[in-house]
């Protein structure tokens, strides 16, 4: 968000998810997309085999798309920025740049293209490990297709220059003019269903909904007047990571933790875990006992998205009901009744009859969801912005103009990760899921037919490697880096490249972010959980 909030002015999807079947040309990149986003993998295949969109994968792990794609480039996991900026130079050389749409629309061309100039092919090759060749292929191949999209997830955004890598591929896609195009775009892939949501509504420390600054004394007196308030706060709160390091610090004393599990989610395990049990107080709001509802004081059930009505925004900033199929279990209750019940208890009365009336309180203090009314949704979504009641919604962003006006181009130069293989910890760490399990597994491994499937946590190991390291697939490896250990079952496959390993982070029972380093983006603050350095032993 924060990356293509600077160069756009809005940090959404830009493009709906269909329009991908209009592309020329997709690149997808730090997304395994058949494993994390199966539908927006289905559309990148139907666009490839029925419409005839060639396919830029750019992947450190040999994911199920490489089968459909024209040009598969594989990185070094960190170079992102660097190869970026050899798809930039290589455009930019062969004058397939968009110049009448540069010059009109956007702003800071010749200062990223002073950057630039030193990325050229085997300049990035020496950083990235991408051939010349194949860099220049996928260059001319993006550069040419009219229009292209962007498609990226977490393989982008989870590094210490996450911010940048966004923001780089932002510079990729307006220099070739693909932005507020059909066909075009640049989308980020949402981790789960109502992310978009939870950040357009305020989820956020920094702003309140849609991205309204609360540094903003104006925006501050209209959520004041709406709210019956004088004391709403101006300065800007903590973010996650921040958060964690402040208990350490016995600055914060109490957490309320509502559907996050950051004792297998959150980097350095064994750091959350002592910051966790430095706080006075901990409230865990979910659906089952999490590994991090365990340490807390009070736990309140809330209800899972069957068991409620509401709103979900997905991807594509779609507003769309969510409706309530069964009755809540037991003693458990919808996520708002709990907030309002505490927040009454606490002094201040939230008196909401249903959640449609927290959606018209949403819309009178939200404009770009100031059209959106249950009524209009009932059928069918509505894609912010929506100004009106007499308004479509906006499928695609930026169409005549950028929301900050003109396109801002950042120039910006390769930094390595925080940490890099040495000869204590030769191999480079990388973690994800699998299709089968998601995220924490929370929900996921309740199941017996998805624990059937995927059973047991399996570190990915090149052939090379195993050879090196005197393995077969099924034997066990103490995994460990300058944070803690594992021991983990091996699968030797092509997938990773040599020097790198694959670990899954859904096991509790092997926690893959007990190795993972909390070295943090300055702007984001979003953890480096694709790169560091760590040790493989065989056990025995």
Not at 57 to 76: G, Q
Not at 344 to 369: A, C, D, F, L, W
Not at 485 to 511: A, N, Q, W, Y
Request: charged share 25%; aromatic share 8%.
């Amino acid at each position: 968000m924060a990356g293509l909030a600077t160069a756009f002015g809005s940090g959404a999807m830009t493009n709906p998810i269909a329009d991908v079947l209009k592309s020329e040309a997709i690149l997808v990149t730090g997304s395994n997309a058949t494993e994390n986003h199966p539908i927006f993998a289905n559309y990148i295949k139907e666009a490839v085999l029925k419409k005839g969109a060639k396919l830029i994968v750019v992947d450190p792990r040999k994911i199920d798309l490489v089968d459909y794609a024209s040009i598969w480039l594989r990185p070094k996991p960190g170079t992102d920025v660097a190869w970026i900026n050899g798809l930039l130079h290589v455009i930019i050389k062969e004058n397939l740049h968009a110049s009448e749409y540069i010059k009109e629309r956007t702003e800071g061309f010749e200062e990223l293209k002073a950057c630039v100039e030193k990325y050229n092919p085997e300049y990035v090759s020496e950083i990235s490990g991408i051939a010349s060749s194949d860099l220049i292929n996928a260059a001319l191949t993006y550069g040419k297709a009219k229009p292209a999209s962007i498609m990226y997830a977490m393989g982008i955004t989870q590094h210490i220059t996450g911010t940048d890598n966004v923001k780089s591929l932002a510079n990729l896609a307006m220099l070739c003019g693909n932005v507020g195009v059909e066909g075009g775009g640049i989308n980020p892939l949402r981790g789960q269903n109502n992310v978009q949501g939870a950040c357009d509504l305020g989820a956020l420390p920094n702003v309140f909904t849609a991205y309204q600054p609360v540094t903003n004394n104006e925006i501050k007196q209209k959520f004041e007047k709406t709210w019956g308030v004088d004391s709403l706060q101006s300065t800007v709160g903590l973010t996650v990571t921040e958060m964690f390091n402040a208990a350490e610090e016995g600055k914060v004393k109490a957490m309320y933790i509502m559907g996050e599990n950051p004792l297998l989610s959150d980097p350095d395990v064994h750091h959350i875990e002592h910051c966790v049990k430095s706080l006075e107080f901990l409230v865990v709001q979910d659906i089952f006992l999490t590994e991090t509802a365990e340490y807390a004081d009070v736990v309140l059930p809330g209800v899972s998205f069957a068991e409620k009505d509401g709103t979900f925004t997905n991807s594509e900033r779609r507003v769309q009901r969510v409706r309530r199929a069964i009755q809540p279990r037991g003693d458990a209750r919808e996520d708002h009744w709990i907030i309002c019940e505490l927040s009454k208890r606490m002094g201040y009365h939230m008196n909401y009859g249903s959640p449609s009336e927290i959606m018209e309180e949403i819309r009178t203090v939200t404009p770009s969801y100031a059209g959106i009314t249950y009524e209009r949704i009932e059928k069918e979504g509505i894609p912010w912005p929506c100004p009106g009641e007499d308004h479509p919604g906006t499928p695609i962003l930026h169409l005549e103009r950028f929301a900050r006006g003109k396109g801002l181009f950042s120039a910006i130069d390769y930094k390595k990760p925080a940490e890099l293989p040495d000869k204590e910890y030769p191999f480079l760490l990388t973690t994800g899921r699998v299709l089968e399990h998601y995220h924490t597994g929370t929900m996921t491994r309740k199941g017996k037919g998805l624990n059937m499937l995927y059973p047991e946590l399996l570190a990915e190991i090149n052939p090379e490697d195993a050879v090196g390291l005197g393995i077969e697939s099924g034997d066990f490896v103490t995994v460990a880096s300058r944070r803690g250990d594992i021991k983990v079952k091996t699968i030797i496959s092509e997938r990773p490249d040599r020097g790198v390993i694959f670990v899954p982070f859904h096991f509790k029972e092997s926690p893959a972010n007990i190795l993972t380093i909390n070295a943090i983006d300055p702007i984001a603050k979003i953890p480096e959980y694709k790169v560091c350095a760590v040790r493989v032993e065989k056990v025995g």
